[in-house]
């Protein structure tokens, strides 16, 4: 691997405009593959998903998948495009071991969806970005290489290859060149992609993992020198596998283009490949001598001509659109721009909602989420919608603690108890004899003795120094284990002490 | 009585009457395969123990009086391209030896469950691409007339099995004749039904938009008999048509053509077709006019254009279908010394395993499909293929069914033209238009060239879907044929 050189970002800018494009593959969520009966169900066992058709073998035959057909119109027209009422499958041509028939089906010339365009919004402004088209395929098996520096087929002892998922439906969306963003190109470039999951999570048609592959996004860039009006050569870079991935590869790719440029080079058409560690991208193989398809109508399949009445059924399913979610949600809780930002961040935005319906407050509601609860999917390594713990849960805690019944303490305990499949809340507290002592009697007592036994914190409070009863707070709840509700302490000793 | 030689109609009366088990008639089978085999060489593979089985249990079942159909009991041959459990299936390639397919064929599993006994596997050229025979990776099968010839292609297995009564029914697989030709050239009766109407799933793909598997008899009932039990909407196979089979063997039955009007080709006869073939075909048709048929001749003039069309649709279509033979699922692997890549080892795989004409086929496809060559190769060859589907349009609206030739020629001599594609190709000139059409075909005997004394077949063509029309018209026929012969033409034959 060589290394480049780069020149920095600005510099890169003051000379070039940036032009970028995206094609994301996504995985749909259908319950079966795209031309077979096998489940879709990631993680399992290799090559146990498997059948005569998604093997490829001698005879077997494709047959579609319906429900694939409707998510990709439910994208399609989430996305503003035109259906086709007509369209084919085609087959690419090419050899790869985990292409278990060296083709593969996928549309060429007449993708079920075209023409349409996503809104996203970058510090604050607005920029449409079109779709040229949206379009159905079959997804490959899956190799391991294994041996070799590079991980990749090259230099490799031996590849392992599993098949379970090849023959899963995954829609390809490409957008048309995206032009004029300059300086904010691998702003918008995320932000495009972060739009484009969460639109795709409200449609329900996939589960939109990166990390999984269930959202693989490939992006083109290619510079023009400013003012001439000519574009560059493009370059594909693959392997981007976050959406901080997609902001870095835009940017590092502006940068090593500019360099190749400036240094009276020329840009080769090729594929790249983005490194997480580095943020570097490195060359693949080259699109000059780049494969032929061979691409034609698929002869095994019948065309896909949706009916008008069905697409239209589709479409008056279609959810609110997440932007506009996020808009309506705003307003209705009463927070910042950047407050919801860090909401949608942290994959909370429908828990939040759902704890909110469930009868929390909205300040409560993302205090959790985003606090403490947040803190243990970090712990965890899961996603906060993995957490073990419903939003119902969540409202019902926030309510207990709204009503005295729970510290936060004690919230944090039950919530322990919760993830570690304890019950629910009130199930826990009632087990573990968590609540708040609210016998006053008892309180007083403790409070008796605390004073009794800081006669000088007492005597500060007792001058009027309020702040300094700290002690004498913490000295009750050690004798209450922690079971009171502090601030009704703090309240019945100044009360005592003040008086 | 000799069960070999009783048709499948005959054989399925006694079997119901009681007269003969199932056992005897697989075993008189198999022996005839075991005395003639060696020098047909139909079979790639003989299921001796499975067959013995499978008719055991139909006996044990008619025992108790359960019927599965009118074939329950009655032996089939089964083209090497269908896939079936049990049985290795190697599509006449050295690719495919030694594979045993996990799955059943569609039309494997409805046999089964018709009750028919499946005697073997049967030859084929390689990835039936050819029409001799001469394709297959296991040598050739030879035609029973006389073995010096050819049995025709690609299904050439299939009918010299049928027409050495080593079976009374064989299926095979028509793409561009690879059933009506060998029909035609070992005197027998093959249909390739409504392309859709008879599934394709389980069949090895040579070129998808055109394979059709359908049924050998030895005679027009016995086809359509195996016509009926194969056919029927699959929801395995898009391309399967979802209607009722026509009812064929009904109007097997009815072999009634007073009024019917039918019409001579133009565009297939003349040049390139033998005297004698011409002959017996201009005999065929008074003989139909004599039985009430309205007889026209109807030009089709697109169908000078169905041979150079066909040979970019199919090429194209299998150099895609071909490309999974790659060594790293099934089937051979060439050069897998650990010092090779994968690629290495597809690239060795394929020059070891595929045969002459499938690499002919797979370069010619894959130069079809290139880019910048797609629109005057493959692209030119579809709008021909609809102007011939246009030319069967306007015919049909004047005529109930078509005739002509099976085949230019009557069976032509091993190696004659194993060296000449282009006059291989050539027998299918007169079979190819209905491939690209997709609607149904049948050859029927209808005499033997004089010149030669070998079969020749009489082509008759019908709309989608009216499959029972080719019936009608081969079984009056053959009734009037045969009367005038005064035994079946296939008793005349002296191959063995």
Not at chain 1, 77 to 91: Q, V
Not at chain 1, 169 to 189: D, N, S, Y
Not at chain 2, 388 to 397: L, N, Y
Not at chain 2, 464 to 492: N, Q
Request: aromatic share 6%; glycine share 10%.
């Amino acid at each position: 691997m060589t290394t480049e050189t780069l020149v920095p970002f600005n510099q890169a800018l003051e000379r070039y405009e940036p032009l970028i494009g995206l094609e994301t593959h996504v995985e749909l969520g259908t319950r079966t593959k795209m031309f077979c009966g096998c489940i879709t169900t990631f993680g399992a066992e290799p090559n146990t998903h498997v059948c005569p058709v998604c093997l490829g073998l001698p005879g077997s035959l494709p047959v579609v998948n319906r429900m694939a057909i409707e998510y990709t119109i439910r994208i399609g027209l989430a996305l503003n495009c035109t259906i086709a009422t007509w369209c084919r499958f085609a087959r690419k041509n090419y050899f790869y071991p985990d292409m278990p028939k060296n083709f593969q089906i996928s549309q060429y010339d007449e993708p079920l969806c075209t023409d349409g365009y996503l809104d996203v919004t970058v510090d604050g402004q607005a920029i449409r970005v079109g779709i040229e088209r949206v379009h159905l395929e079959e997804d490959t098996g899956k190799s391991l290489h294994v041996g070799g520096a590079t991980g990749r087929i090259h230099g490799a002892e031996y590849s392992l290859v599993d098949y379970n998922r090849a023959g899963i439906p995954l829609v390809e969306i490409v957008t048309k060149p995206i032009e004029g963003t300059g300086a904010a190109a691998p702003e918008v470039a995320r932000v495009y992609v972060t739009e484009l999951r969460d639109l795709l999570r409200a449609l329900g048609v996939s589960d939109v993992r990166m990390e999984e592959g269930s959202l693989r996004c490939d992006v083109n860039t290619s510079l023009s020198p400013r003012g001439s009006g000519v574009w560059g050569t493009r370059t594909e870079t693959k392997n981007v596998n976050s959406l901080r991935s997609v902001e870095r590869a835009v940017r590092s790719e502006i940068e090593r283009q500019a360099a190749v440029l400036d240094g009276g080079g020329r840009v080769i058409q090729e594929t790249r490949h983005f490194h997480e560690d580095s943020g570097r991208t490195t060359s693949g193989r080259s699109k000059e001598e780049a494969q032929d398809y061979r691409y034609f109508p698929e002869p095994d399949l019948v065309p896909v001509a949706p009916p008008a009445d069905w697409v239209a059924q589709i479409r008056a399913t279609l959810p609110e659109a997440p932007s506009k979610v996020r808009a309506r949600l705003r307003a209705e809780w009463d927070v910042s721009e950047a407050e919801m930002d860090a909401i949608v961040n942290a994959g909370a935005l429908d828990l939040v909602a759902q704890t909110v319906a469930a009868g929390a407050s909205p300040a409560d509601a993302r205090k959790w989420w985003l606090g403490e609860l947040a803190r243990r999917a970090n712990d965890a390594g899961l996603e906060l919608a993995d957490l073990p713990i419903t939003p119902a849960q969540v409202a019902r805690i926030a309510a207990l603690v709204a009503d005295g019944a729970l510290n936060d303490r004690l919230a944090r305990d039950v919530i322990d108890a919760v993830l570690a499949g304890e019950g629910d809340p009130d199930q826990v507290i009632a087990a573990r004899g968590l609540a708040v002592v609210s016998d006053e009697g008892a309180l007083n007592a403790a409070i008796d003795q605390a004073i009794a036994a800081n006669p000088d914190v007492a005597a500060k409070v007792r001058d009027g120094k309020v702040a300094a009863a700290g002690p004498l707070v913490g000295a009750v709840m050690r004798a209450t284990g922690g079971q009171a509700d502090a601030a009704r302490v703090r309240e019945l000793i100044l009360a005592r002490l003040t008086q | 009585m000799d069960l070999t030689r009783m048709t499948a109609a005959e054989l399925s009366a006694a079997l119901s009457k009681g007269e003969v088990s199932a056992t005897e008639v697989t075993r008189a089978h198999l022996d005839r395969i075991a005395a003639v085999d060696d020098r047909v060489h139909a079979f790639l593979h003989v299921a001796e123990d499975k067959a013995l089985a499978q008719a055991k249990e139909i006996d044990a079942e008619r025992r108790q009086g359960t019927i599965r159909s009118p074939l329950a009991g009655v032996p089939v041959a089964v083209k090497d391209v269908f896939t079936t459990t049990g049985m290795p299936t190697t599509c006449g390639s050295r690719i495919l030896e030694g594979w045993h397919p996990p799955y059943d064929a569609t039309v494997t599993q409805r046999l089964k469950q018709a009750g028919a006994i499946i005697l073997g596997k049967t030859n084929m050229d390689e990835f039936a691409m050819g029409s001799s025979t001469e394709n297959s990776a296991y040598g050739p099968s030879r035609n029973p007339w006389n073995l010096d010839k050819i049995p025709g292609g690609s299904s050439g297995g299939s009918a010299a099995a049928v027409a050495a009564y080593e079976a009374p029914l064989a299926i095979g697989s028509d793409t561009g004749g690879s059933i009506r030709q060998p029909a035609a050239v070992c005197g027998i009766v093959g249909t390739k039904p409504t392309y859709g109407g008879s599934s394709r799933y389980g069949v090895i793909a040579f070129a998808s938009s055109l394979d059709t598997p359908g049924p050998f008899g030895r005679t027009v009932l016995d086809t359509a008999l195996l016509h009926e039990a194969i056919s029927g909407h699959d929801p395995c196979d898009s391309t399967s048509i979802d209607a009722p089979v026509p009812p064929v063997v009904a109007a097997a039955r009815e072999a009634d053509v007073s009024g019917m009007r039918i019409g001579v080709v133009t565009e297939l006869s003349g040049d390139g077709y033998q005297s004698g073939v011409l002959s017996r075909f201009a005999e065929a048709v008074e003989v139909l006019e004599s039985l009430g048929a309205k007889v026209t001749e109807v030009s089709c003039p697109h169908f000078r254009y169905a041979l150079p069309a066909y040979y970019l649709i199919a090429p194209s279509e299998c150099s895609s279908n071909l490309a999974r033979f790659d060594a790293m699922r099934y089937g051979l692997r060439t050069g897998d010394d650990g010092t090779r890549d994968a690629e290495e080892v597809m690239a060795l795989t394929r020059e070891a395993g595929f045969g002459a004409e499938v690499k002919r086929r797979i370069i010619l496809g894959t130069y079809a499909l290139s880019s910048g060559y797609y629109d005057a190769y493959y692209g030119k060859a579809q709008q021909v293929r609809t102007l011939i589907i246009r030319d069967f349009d306007a015919a049909f609206g004047q005529v109930d069914v078509l005739v002509s030739p099976s085949t230019p020629t009557t069976a032509f001599g091993i190696g004659e033209r194993a060296d000449d594609p282009i006059a291989m190709y050539l027998a299918d000139l007169a079979t190819i238009p209905s491939d690209l059409a997709g609607n149904a075909a049948i050859s029927v005997p209808c005499g033997l060239a004089p010149e030669d004394g070998l079969p020749v077949g009489l082509q008759v063509m019908a709309p989608v879907l009216a499959d029972d029309r080719l019936y009608r018209v081969a079984a009056a026929a053959e009734a009037a044929f045969t009367g005038r012969w005064g035994h079946p033409l296939l008793d005349e034959a002296r191959g063995l």
